[in-house]
């Protein structure tokens, strides 16, 4: 199956890059990885949690296992979830 996780928060983007699985939700995810499913991760957090120096490390480390990062809208405050047009864009290219 495809995995999508939106929207995505700080704790939990950085808890799957750490592997930790200790809820229902990040347990589901990281048996997902584990079986070579296609995730796609939708970030939203503010800004502050954005720039945290473990969410860039966490976000290396999911591109590396073949996560999809759908990039976030950035301004001067929040990080939001990119739109739904967004994300359907993204998965439809993906399932083409």
Known sequence: GTMLVAPCTFNTFNKLALGLADNLATSMIADALGAGCPIFIAPAMNRGLWNHPQTRI???????????????????????????????????????
């Open 58 to 96: 966490s976000e290396t480390k999911l591109k590396e296992w073949g996560c999809t990062i759908i990039p976030p809208y950035i301004d001067e405050k929040v990080v939001t979830m990119a739109s739904i047009k967004e994300i359907l864009q993204v998965l439809h290219r993906h399932f083409q």
